[in-house]
């Protein structure tokens, strides 16, 4: 299985903040890598997948970058509706995993 | 806008048989794969297993001898059996379609999910 270790489990941020989240891959995944936003009771919400590639509809402050092992996911301008748990997901290998995830919070 | 529902018991006793229908809406399930994704407390997102609408299909090899999934595409359905539950099977579990892109396979599009108990 391919692990995927995200970092840190959580944050607190303030709105206004530039906020990245970092996702390591246990072996190289060259870009098959995406994001998810999840929020409490709701479903995981597609952000960014292979990598850097932004959903549509997904505002412009969200960026992906990285490949091979290390990822990132950067939100430009912390906004009030960005707290919530964020997720990336490999797609390499046919076994699909998932990250622990990481919440952000209001500090 | 394509929309997904899952429906089913959301109490099952343990070693019984846990199934799920996801109903897809807005959209035809033809032409794209299906997946079920739960999660738990304790092991956070898990991919169980997708279905091409044709019938093919890939599951993860720590459930394997114990999930099926299955379609209707009369219906706009697919459908998840997971047998001989135990509590460590409480989860919310989502179906979602899966995009099988150039680059990555993402999942677009999720049912709210629901909420299943395995007690006696």
């Known amino acids: 299985d391919i692990q995927m270790t995200q970092s840190p489990s959580s944050l607190s941020a303030s709105g206004g903040d530039r906020v990245t989240i970092t996702c390591r891959a246990s072996q190289s995944i060259v870009s098959s890598l995406n994001w998810y936003q999840q929020k409490p009771g709701k479903a995981p919400k597609l952000l960014i997948y292979?990598?850097?590639s932004l959903q549509s509809g997904v505002p412009s402050r969200f960026s992906g970058s990285g490949s091979g092992t290390d990822f990132t996911l950067t939100i430009s301008s912390l906004q009030p509706e960005d707290f919530a748990t964020y997720y990336c997901q490999q797609s390499y290998s046919p076994l699909l995993t998932f990250g622990g995830g990481t919440q952000v919070k209001i500090k | 806008q394509v929309q997904l529902q899952e429906s089913g018991p959301g109490l099952v006793k343990p070693s019984e048989t846990l199934s799920l229908t996801c109903t897809v809406s807005g959209g035809s399930i033809t032409n794209y794969y299906w997946s079920w994704i739960r999660q738990s407390p304790g092991k956070g997102l898990e991919w169980m297993g997708d279905?091409?609408?044709?019938?093919?299909?890939n599951y993860n090899p720590s459930l394997k001898s114990r999930v099926t999934l299955s379609v209707d595409t009369s219906r706009n359905q697919f459908s998840l059996k997971l047998t001989s539950v135990t509590a460590a099977d409480t989860a919310v579990y989502y179906c979602a379609r899966l995009v099988r892109g150039a680059l990555a396979q993402y999942f677009h599009h999720w049912g709210h999910g629901t909420l299943v108990t395995v007690s006696s």
């Open positions: 292979a990598a850097s």
């Open positions: 279905i091409h609408y044709r019938g093919s299909t």
